[in-house]
């Protein structure tokens, strides 16, 4: 059965706990990451010929299980490493091995290494790290394990350490921005460059954004990093691609065939999140024209301008590129004026977007995506005439000329739109698909959050400055009070008219709610407590919620065909987007459901389920969820300490709460009400107990330790009373103790075996689905039946939103300041009264 990627997850990142303690997170990736590599490639490559990776004998990961126990465990792992690494064309040496396994002040010395080593190989021997059964589209789901470790350890890394990874939600909007989508063949081919790639998580996010395989270059100063990115790109089906070492400034390594190392090299496209602000780039800086024809030389303790002005240089005439820079590079003055102004008369800047601070590793301060675009620049330039001495009417018009014909920047303020996750900050996946698509269709009808901004706007009124929120007011209007209304009673119409987003779709429920009290001030015409049973039993109110299920009625008659139909050659990335966005087409126009917030829905629901329904699926077929699995756990404590147990089992696809809901609701119905009566004879119980165990109760003097009442003791007493009198008081409390405890214990154990009984019944259940029963519980009461409740969740929220502002208003209001200064008064008198009753006089 192919490998569920959250539980290959899950199993990666457990598998780290073998070497806490020793080192670091930013240390121990290393070797996780290695033995993952070697794994991946023995299982894939070993014994195939041609491969992208020659697998040596000596040099697999067969031969490091051979060495589990050995007392030199270490040095010979480092020796089949180097074999993998040295043998054939693999040009491995300085990538894989990088950690060395026989490191005594990391791995321990003695026993304590061998251990360590041997339990660490185990695990990479489990059946789900068995990739010979994912040759095709698990290699996938290898890669995504692969960034999924490199997020955690980047996590854990800490603020100095975490800064090879770009988090992939970012990686995603630089790898959509800058058109590789739409590249077409040609003979000469494509390429796409980063000069600080990391672990290589960005190019890679760019490349798979072509339409066809192109060229990956990519460059890192940290030799180590830059064999995880190398080892991140043949995980990821591009083993061709280049990754050198060293560092951008002092050494590139990429120069134009021929140039005899003086030209750079040029690229299509460039992605990079280089290292922000960085101090110390000027070290054996060797130049190569990179500052040439900008006014000024990049600040020596300021790397930002340097990283772009090196990007610019490594971009062809029609090259286009997305660079992460810290907002600094927008507004700072001196040397990065001169250089701003230069490139924005260039116009290379296609656009700004502005990001949530806290979103990167290495540091917690916001940052901005530069898209520069070389091809189209000499449109984006100039003005239809002169910027000195105009009038409003000239202004105006060269103001609309320029917006018309794109000669400006597009800029996105989307700092707002984040979840917090942990201590950093996360794009939701509806924020990736709006900052995409707004960019990428240059349109927007929300100012707040996007604008075309025309060059004179930039290069008069605002000097060449590019911050931001100069161009871009994205702060929420203060809620204002009203002052007359406090005094004289009534409701500001100004506040109840910006309701009418709600007032156009439910026109009568604003007559229903209000009347016009005085000028410009309206009174509520009922009860303040019918506010909500009337907008909730509005006919119009209703009737919006009737189109939300239309809607998704539509959805579901578009793409349940093809989810009956999803088989191995379903590709399943370019589904989901294929399914999202009919999703989003279905609720265009929804006024009151943000079709972002949709979006989410659907995203967040594929990325923890759906998408592994469906890859096992697409691999195993529907008959998948004919199967059940034990969930494994570890004993940690014990004789058998380490080794696994069945804590649990569930579906593969299909929950077990889900069968039993539909096929056994008659076994659950008595299972809850025998459940009831248990609990019924429990509060009986624990009420008698109570009462009991007081100064004059029975059950006082058979209280242990832990005032609980004895059953043991009670039932010895109960052998000495027995031929006691019925009526005998004592007798009579501990005999109902006794039956109280009893009926619960046979109540309990009844539940216990009718629970057990159903249990086995849905476990029996799976082999017996027919087909028509597995499409329908799967898709239609589990995919469906989730997707619609995250959506109608949304239409609630909006309308308590909506009831909330009105009740609130309506309380604002309901007392003017007279009537409050009068009954503030009368309560001081009422005060006064009774304390001068008390004795008290002022």
């Known amino acids: 059965m192919a490998i569920k990627k959250n539980e290959l997850y899950s199993s990666l990142w457990a598998s780290c706990d073998k070497l806490r303690g020793g080192m670091d997170a930013s240390q121990y990736k290393d070797y996780i990451l290695t033995l993952l590599f070697v794994k991946y490639v023995t299982d894939k490559f070993k014994g195939v010929k041609y491969a992208d990776i020659t697998v040596p004998e000596g040099g697999s990961f067969d031969d490091l299980i051979a060495l589990k126990g050995n007392k030199n465990i270490g040095e010979e792992m480092d020796k089949v490493i180097a074999k993998l690494a040295e043998a054939g064309e693999n040009n491995l040496r300085g990538v894989i091995d990088n950690a060395h396994f026989n490191d005594e002040a990391k791995l321990g010395s003695g026993k304590e290494m061998v251990d360590k080593l041997t339990g660490l190989i185990a695990i990479f021997q489990r059946d789900e790290f068995n990739f010979k059964k994912n040759k095709t589209s698990g290699d996938d789901i290898l890669g995504d394990a692969y960034e999924y470790l490199m997020r955690h350890f980047a996590t854990e890394s800490g603020k100095s350490k975490g800064q090879f990874y770009t988090p992939a939600e970012v990686s995603r909007i630089l790898a959509k921005v800058i058109g590789i989508d739409k590249i077409e063949e040609r003979d000469e081919g494509y390429s796409v460059y980063d000069p600080a790639c990391g672990s290589g998580s960005l190019l890679i996010r760019a490349a798979d954004e072509a339409p066809f395989e192109i060229a990956i270059w990519g460059q890192e100063k940290e030799v180590t990093t830059a064999g995880l990115a190398k080892m991140n790109l043949v995980l990821h089906n591009k083993a061709a691609g280049e990754i050198k070492a060293g560092n951008t400034f002092s050494s590139p390594h990429y120069f134009e065939d021929g140039s005899d190392d003086e030209v750079l090299k040029r690229f299509d496209f460039a992605v990079a999140n280089p290292p922000f ?36 240089k490594s971009l062809k005439s029609t090259g286009k590129a997305a660079v992460i820079l810290p907002h600094g590079v927008l507004f700072r003055g001196n040397a990065e004026a001169t250089i701003r102004k230069a490139i924005i008369d260039k116009g290379y800047i296609k656009g700004i977007i502005g990001l949530p601070a806290n979103l990167f590793y290495g540091t917690s301060i916001p940052a901005c995506i530069l898209v520069i675009d070389k091809e189209s620049a000499d449109q984006r330039t100039g003005s239809s005439g002169e910027y000195q001495d105009l009038d409003a009417e000239a202004l105006q018009s060269i103001l609309l000329d320029e917006s018309s014909a794109g000669k400006g920047i597009f800029m996105i303020d989307a700092s707002h739109d984040f979840v917090k996750d ?92 209000f009347s016009q009290m005085r000028d410009g001030y309206y009174q509520l015409n009922i009860p303040k407590d019918d506010i909500r049973n009337t907008v909730y039993n509005n006919p119009e109110f209703s009737a919006y919620a009737e189109r939300i299920d239309d809607a998704f009625d539509a959805w579901m008659q578009k793409v349940d065909g093809g989810l009956r139909s999803i088989d191995e050659d379903t590709e399943l990335k370019p589904y989901i987007v294929e399914l999202a966005q009919q999703l989003i087409d279905c609720f265009e126009g929804m006024e009151l459901v943000d079709k972002y917030d949709v979006y989410e829905v659907l995203l967040s629901y594929w990325h923890e389920v759906m998408g592994d329904d469906m890859y096992l699926v697409s691999v195993d077929g529907y008959g998948a969820a004919r199967q059940w699995e034990n969930i494994m756990g570890e004993y940690t404590s014990g004789k058998k300490k380490g080794q696994e147990k069945v804590v649990g089992w569930e579906g593969v696809l299909l929950p077990k709460a889900l069968i039993e809901s539909v096929f056994f609701t008659a076994e659950r119905k008595a299972i809850n009400d025998a459940q009831a009566v248990a609990e019924e004879t429990q509060s009986q119980l624990d009420e008698f107990v109570e009462e009991q165990t007081g100064d004059e109760g029975y059950l006082k003097e058979h209280l242990n330790d832990k005032d609980k009442v004895d059953a043991k003791a009670v039932a010895a007493r109960l052998k000495v009373l027995k031929k006691a009198d019925p009526k005998d008081e004592e007798y009579a409390a501990l005999k109902r103790f006794a039956d109280l405890t009893d009926s619960l214990a046979k109540q309990n154990k009844a539940i216990k075996e009718m629970n057990a009984e159903l249990e086995e019944k849905v476990r029996k259940k799976y082999a017996l689905l027919t087909d028509e029963e597995i499409l329908d519980l799967l898709i239609n009461r589990k995919w469906y039946a989730a997707i619609f409740e995250g959506i109608k969740a949304l239409y609630v929220t909006t309308s308590h939103r909506m009831t909330n502002r009105i009740v609130e208003l309506v309380e604002r209001y309901e007392d003017t300041l007279p009537e409050l200064t009068a009954a503030v008064t009368d309560y001081e008198a009422k005060v006064k009264a009774h304390l001068e009753r008390m004795g008290f006089v002022w």
């Open 277 to 312: 602000s960085l101090k110390n780039w000027m070290d054996g800086l060797k130049d190569y024209g990179r500052f040439d024809g900008y006014g000024d030389r990049p600040p020596e303790k300021n790397g930002d301008f340097a990283w772009l002005l090196h990007i610019l």
């Open 422 to 513: 942990g201590n950093k900050n996360r794009l939701r996946e509806r924020d990736i698909y709006k900052i995409v698509t707004t960019f990428n269709q240059q349109v927007t009808d929300d100012p707040k959050y996007a604008r075309f901004v025309p060059n004179w706007e930039i290069k008069v009124k605002n000097e060449y400055n590019l911050n931001i929120p100069r161009y871009i007011d994205s702060s929420t209007p203060e809620d204002l009070q009203d002052i007359d209304g406090h005094l004289h009673g009534g409701i500001p119409a100004a506040d109840v008219d910006s309701m009418d987003k709600y007032w156009a779709l439910f026109p009568s429920l604003k007559t229903k709610l």
